[in-house]
């Protein structure tokens, strides 16, 4: 046994060391200074080929203001809020950083809880890290600070570095950003507001930052931020901070703050590139929002500065040759979001994501969501019918030649031979724009004309989740995807405009799927931050189905709804959309170089509800055709000017041809077509009605794909004979697909 002696010079020894530590440490450390902190920098963005975009960040948002130019009632907000023994504690809370760094020796995530003088002194350190070491630091210098400097000093110090959203840091920047006032002048409702946004602007700024998190929207910032300030105010009014009468005139209306506005350089699509590369840049290293927003940071993205130029150009001309809001109420609120990707890359060299911060649009169309897709999901269906076949087939995929029911109006069965019910029960009918009896068709001719009942059908019989995995396989994000219900088949799903470009670039590549990335490198200080590989090229689909669908849809531009895109002159492929009540219209298409989406829709300000398009630009209803296929058409033409022109690899032959039940035996004599021309247009309507009348003939680019009828699709005609009705009819929405139930595209 040890005697006691040396247990006690053992114990004195470990003590002593302990203390001589803490002594070392202490006069290591210095007392932060709120000046210092002052000095962020800007973080500056590149073009591809190395120039600078745009330089922006915090450093000029900042402006140090002494405690007597800060409202009582800014003071004692944050106060009541989050330390309410401040006057009296030493400045360290040591249960706090006890249960910090116990948590942090697990491996879990730092705990709250810091004093004012704690969350003061991590304020002025240019690295958040949550390390031991750092925390440690955080507690002497908050020991030193408590001990030399006066109170005043100290929350002087903590107004004037803290974060409070939109790019402002200290009190004098956040009342200029949120009120447009000196910090002096803000009221105690506006400085209850302002000490809610020190929980985490992210998700207290009713503006809302869904390019961060989708959890932080606006209407649940809104809430958040409404609990927050009246939680605040109650406690400055139980700590008798302001009186029952300021407290009753605070508490009675809640400050909306103003709305965004823009910043130095960040005009143009310049602010939504630089929207775009932050977001990849937060989700794609450890960077936190808070040291990225403290700026020294050069970011290199992907974008080319001519093609971006040239997208925009594009929209601004069929803006300002069709869309006129002076002289049509139907005109106002029209939207464009676009982007252009790389296929076998997934780099984004262009895109387009409104009109501009400085005209009041801080929403990125291009990475927006909330945007239904309409037919451009049809290509998704096919892919996988040719991949995994139907329920018919045992897994074997099945040919674009197969025949399903093109007519409107059509009863749709379950895999098991039920038919889909309604949520009243009532049988489901799949409608099509237009009335006209197309019969038994191709899957090709089908997608030509952008008509819905044989994809619905045939999402059925291959199985909507099937559908939805080779979707995903292409790019096209989990939390875009709508309810697997009928329609789904058809674009009731909501991937952004740069899912969608990068989705339609694995057809391009012949089924190589690479995720969109905006950004090549990071560096801070000159040192190289990690996480900004190239992503990985991998196979999403057989290359001959990836292929065949390039096929099918080479034809929609040379014979179908998108014929507008020839004007092209070179070798393309894409695929038209348009939705439920005319919501929005999309055209996505692609070279082998390029594949680009272009997106078109109405959106009320506010409350951001999407507004039918009937009636705008002057038309009776907008389609994927029409405006967006034109847009998409003049900026390729400048995109690819003085590029070659490769075509896409051949299609070979899926032998697997399985039509839909009821689908009549070929014969060898070509059906003649039909002499009753169609009492409306098929499908996308008016703008994107082929030049000739609707027919069963469509051109083959090799004897494989004209089918055994003699090079037609004909069939017999056929048309419902249940006369039973959905629920609702579809009326102006031009063919509702099943009574308001499902939803989704029109063609």
């Not at 847009?631 to 070979?652: H, I, N, Q, R």
Request: aromatic share 8%; charged share 20%.
């Amino acid at each position: 046994m040890p005697s006691w002696k040396l247990v006690s010079g053992l114990c004195l020894f470990f003590l002593g060391s302990i203390v001589a530590a803490v002594g070392v440490g202490y006069a290591m450390v210095g007392i932060p200074s709120e000046n210092t902190a002052a000095k962020s920098q800007n973080n500056v963005y590149y073009w591809s080929d190395g120039t600078q975009m745009v330089a922006t960040g915090t450093g000029a948002n900042r402006q140090n203001v002494t405690i007597d130019q800060i409202p009582k009632a800014m003071q004692w907000s944050v106060i009541s809020a989050e330390n309410k023994s401040f006057y009296t504690d030493s400045g360290v809370d040591p249960m706090g950083i006890a249960r910090a760094l116990a948590n942090m020796a697990r491996g879990g995530e730092t705990q709250g809880g810091s004093t004012i003088t704690q969350q003061f002194v991590k304020n002025t350190y240019l690295s958040q890290e949550q390390t031991v070491t750092r925390k440690f630091k955080e507690m002497f210098i908050s020991i030193k600070v408590g001990t030399q400097l006066s109170k005043q000093q100290v929350l002087q110090g903590y107004l004037n570095t803290s974060y409070y959203g939109r790019g402002a840091y200290g009190i004098q920047a956040a009342a200029q950003t949120y009120y447009g006032v000196d910090a002096v002048k803000l009221t105690p409702s506006q400085c209850a507001f302002l000490a809610a946004l020190l929980k985490g602007p992210t998700y207290y700024d009713p503006i809302g930052a869904t390019n961060i998190d989708p959890a932080a929207d606006a209407k649940s910032n809104t809430a958040r931020s409404k609990a927050r300030w009246s939680w605040i105010l109650e406690q400055m009014h139980n700590d008798k901070r302001i009186t029952d009468a300021e407290y009753q005139t605070a508490i009675k209306k809640y400050p909306e703050p103003q709305g965004l506005k823009a910043t130095k350089g960040m005009t143009g699509q310049i602010s939504y590139l630089v929207d775009t590369a932050k977001k990849y840049v937060l989700s794609h290293s450890d960077i936190s929002q808070t040291e990225f927003d403290q700026g020294g940071y050069q970011i290199y993205t992907t974008f080319q500065k001519d093609k971006v130029n040239e997208l925009s150009a594009a929209v601004k001309k069929v803006q300002k040759e069709r869309i006129d809001p002076k002289k049509r109420d139907l005109d106002k609120y029209v939207q464009f979001g676009a982007a252009s990707v790389v296929p076998k890359d997934g780099a984004i060299v262009a895109l387009y994501g409104g009109d501009g911060y400085e005209n009041g649009h801080f929403t990125n169309n291009a990475d927006t969501s909330g945007v239904p897709v309409g037919s451009t999901w049809k290509p998704f269906v096919l892919a996988a019918a040719m991949q995994y076949g139907t329920y018919k087939t045992d897994g074997v995929g099945i040919s674009p030649l197969s025949k399903y029911n093109g007519d409107d109006h059509l009863k749709v069965r379950n895999q098991d031979g039920s038919y889909v019910l309604n949520k009243d029960n009532s049988i489901f009918y799949q409608n099509n724009e237009s009335n006209y009896p197309w019969g038994y068709i191709s899957l090709r001719k089908a997608m030509e004309q952008s008509i819905n009942t044989p994809f619905v059908q045939l999402g059925m019989d291959v199985g909507n989740s099937k559908v939805r995995d080779v979707a995903k396989a292409s790019g096209i994000l989990d939390d875009s995807f709508a309810t697997l219900n009928p329609s789904f088949a058809i674009g009731t799903s909501t991937p952004s405009a740069i899912r969608m470009a990068d989705a339609y670039a694995t057809f391009a590549a012949s089924g190589k799927q690479a995720d969109p990335y905006s950004v090549t490198a990071v560096k801070h200080d000159g040192q190289a931050v990690s996480g900004f590989t190239k992503p990985t090229v991998k196979p999403a689909m057989p290359e001959n189905v990836a292929n065949n669908v390039t096929d099918t849809l080479e034809n929609v531009i040379q014979n179908g709804t998108a014929e507008a895109a020839k004007a092209l002159g070179r070798t393309a492929a894409g695929k038209t959309g348009t939705t439920d009540s005319n919501k929005s219209a999309w055209f996505v298409g692609y070279t082998q170089q390029l594949s680009t989406s272009i997106a078109m829709f109405r959106e009320n300000p506010k409350d951001a509800e999407l507004l039918s398009m009937n009636g705008t630009a002057g038309v009776a209803s907008i389609h994927g055709g029409d405006i967006p296929t034109a847009v998409w058409t003049a900026y390729m033409e400048s995109a690819l000017k003085g590029k070659s022109d490769p075509g896409f690899p051949d299609a070979t032959k899926i032998d697997k041809v399985s039509n839909e039940d009821g689908a009549p035996t070929p014969t060898p004599t070509p059906v003649v077509t039909p002499s009753k021309t169609p009492s409306e247009t098929p499908s996308e309507t008016p703008s994107e009605t082929p030049s000739s009348t609707p027919s069963a003939t469509e051109t083959c680019r090799f004897s494989w794909q004209c089918n055994d009828n003699g090079g037609t699709d004909g069939g017999a005609t056929s048309t419902p004979t249940d006369t039973a009705t959905a629920t609702e009819t579809s009326g102006s929405d031009r063919g509702n697909q099943n009574g308001g139930i499902f939803g989704g595209s029109t063609g």
